[in-house]
């Protein structure tokens, strides 16, 4: 293997303004800014472009519908998008009605009223994922994926060889297994592992040459029945690969291709499996389908940008995914859920892990 | 301040206690003659907002601001700029140039060759990373997303990098200049 640079370092090198040397480039003059402040009064802060820059929209050239909605998301409310298989940019209705600016997180989103619940639990953690029976929480602190119970107590780090990747590791239906990624040398994530809570074994499910493929990310997950391991799979490096969903028993052995030309699989408890249809990239997989087990599909929702993170709830009732080109400035992706069975979806202002098929765990 | 909002002292300590910090993040990715607009536009949205400011991670914050209020101006000076250009195009003796039209390039070395072939949200989340030294979940807030959407992001950013830094070292494209090195920066 050819010695990899750690880009990094040298961008560090690099630095034009050193942080030590940062009180050099103070330019901002004292009278500049009381010059400023004295200019803005209360009036100003009621505004609703007033909310933070980072959530602030740009006004500017945007329908006045998508304005409307990113203004309502804003304001902690919700907005109703289309539910027919149209494009999700059109808004129907948006709910403007102001609200307590978020907790910081981790918090819940109740998706259904958008009210926000501050959590108290585990600090310097990231990457939540409650359990299924909803009594224990899986997450990452200091790097190490851990255990603890719901309430943040009894934290227990997961002896992993080499350490896991910082993603979203997943439950077993039954809460007895995890499954989840680890990194391979270089930074880039690798093959799949299931760790069996009980007894802290821990199994390698897949064997694969990741360095030929340009998306490491396999976002795994398991089958209903928690025997199989589903994730999906670039089927070369170039920029526009093409996907497919494979499937590995949970002991290990020969993948199998599930879905031919899929990505982002994730099984509903009954048995059909929701993933997006023909993603060449991970920037136009625009159709995010549903497929019963004999065989037949019906689309669940469509974006303009590729749709990415498929997350169904416990119950199967509502699937949450994020749309937005990858590649782009992130300040677009938009999250939404769709409800299963009526199609109808709604659209957050931040991501979350399911805890139930109406509340979401949102994490730092 | 007369018609504001009080903060109890705590817009006066996040304003000493981080300009230097803000400063530098602007001065990093502007010219010296745009700093101060945007300086001020940060601190007064600082100020706005300052019963909002997630106690224990301003830094962040504040960077965030900086963000958008650059990436604002950036498009504001774009559209100045087109409109320049068409004047120009009539006058051709006449030159003028934005200070906004490039990332500011006063130090140049192969890595920043590579750094500005990438798409500016690539640039952004290395920048972050390397220069203003932030952790995952810093620069999650910094740019309003989660830490697993960085942390693909941030993977993604750093091979892309790679390719470009070789290619443009197979290129030769540009000669190694002298550039400040950052002492004693943390991993």
Not at chain 1, 96 to 101: H, L, Y
Not at chain 1, 102 to 129: C, H, K, M, W
Not at chain 2, 129 to 142: G, P
Request: hydrophobic residues 40%; charged residues 25%; negative net charge.
């Amino acid at each position: 293997m050819n010695e990899r640079i750690d880009v990094i370092d040298e961008l560090r090198r690099a630095n034009p303004v050193p942080n030590e040397q940062a009180d050099e480039f103070t330019y901002l003059s004292a009278a500049r800014l009381r010059g400023e402040l004295r200019g803005t009064t209360d009036a100003t802060v009621t505004r609703i472009d007033d909310a933070p820059s980072s959530r602030r929209p740009t006004w500017r050239g945007w329908p006045l519908a998508r304005a409307a909605a990113v203004a309502a998301v804003i304001a902690g409310g919700l907005v109703v998008v289309t539910g027919d298989g149209e494009r999700n940019t059109r808004v129907e209705t948006a709910t403007a009605s102001v609200s307590e600016p978020s907790p910081p997180p981790p918090y819940l989103l109740d998706v259904d009223t958008g009210e926000r619940t501050a959590l108290n639990i585990v600090e310097n953690a990231v990457e939540f994922q409650p359990s299924p029976d909803g009594t224990r929480l899986l997450f990452y602190q200091d790097g190490a994926l851990s255990i603890a119970d719901a309430d943040g107590s009894g934290v227990v780090a997961i002896d992993v060889q080499g350490g896991p990747e910082w993603r979203p590791a997943r439950w077993s239906p039954d809460g007895t297994r995890i499954v989840y990624q680890e990194k391979m040398e270089g930074g880039n994530v690798g093959n799949l592992f299931v760790h069996e809570v009980a007894t802290g074994r821990r199994t390698q499910v897949t064997h694969l040459d990741l360095t030929t493929a340009d998306w490491f990310w396999l976002a795994p997950s398991f089958s209903p029945d928690g025997q199989d391991v589903v994730f999906h799979l670039a089927r070369d490096a170039s920029s526009e690969p093409g996907f497919d969903v494979w499937s590995v028993p949970v002991t290990g052995g020969d993948p199998e291709v599930l879905v031919e030309d899929a990505a982002w699989p994730r099984y509903l408890p009954d048995g059909r499996l929701v993933y997006v249809a023909s993603p060449r990239s991970m920037r136009d997989g625009d159709t995010l389908v549903i497929a019963a087990a004999d065989g037949s599909t019906r689309t669940l929702a469509e974006a303009v940008n590729g749709i990415r993170r498929v997350n169904v709830s416990p119950g199967g009732a509502r699937v949450e995914y994020v749309t937005g080109d990858p590649d782009d400035n992130q300040d677009d992706d938009r999250v939404y859920v769709v409800a299963v069975e009526s199609g109808e979806a709604s659209m957050l202002d931040i991501e979350g892990e399911w805890v139930d098929d109406h509340t979401l765990l949102v994490g730092p | 301040v007369a018609g504001g909002m009080p903060t109890d002292g705590r817009f006066e300590s996040l304003y000493d206690e981080y300009r230097a910090a803000v400063g530098a993040y602007c001065r990093r990715r502007l010219p010296r003659d745009a700093i101060d607009d945007v300086m001020a536009e940060v601190f007064e949205t600082g100020w706005r907002r300052i019963d909002h400011i997630p106690v224990g991670a301003e830094l962040p914050w504040l960077y965030g601001v900086a963000r958008n209020v650059i990436a604002n101006q950036r498009r504001g000076v774009s559209r100045r700029t087109r409109l320049v250009s068409r004047l120009l195009a009539r006058t051709p003796d006449r030159r003028q140039e934005s200070t906004f039209d490039s990332e500011w390039s006063g130090a140049t070395a192969p890595i920043l060759d590579a750094l500005a072939t990438l798409a500016p949200s690539d640039q952004e989340v290395l920048r972050l990373r390397a220069w203003e030294e932030l952790t995952i979940t810093e620069i999650a807030i910094v740019l309003g997303t989660t830490a697993h959407a960085v942390e693909m992001r941030l993977s993604r950013a750093k091979r892309r990098l790679e390719r470009a830094l070789e290619s443009t070292k197979q290129n030769g494209l540009t000669e190694a200049t002298p550039t400040p090195i950052a002492k004693g920066t943390a991993s």
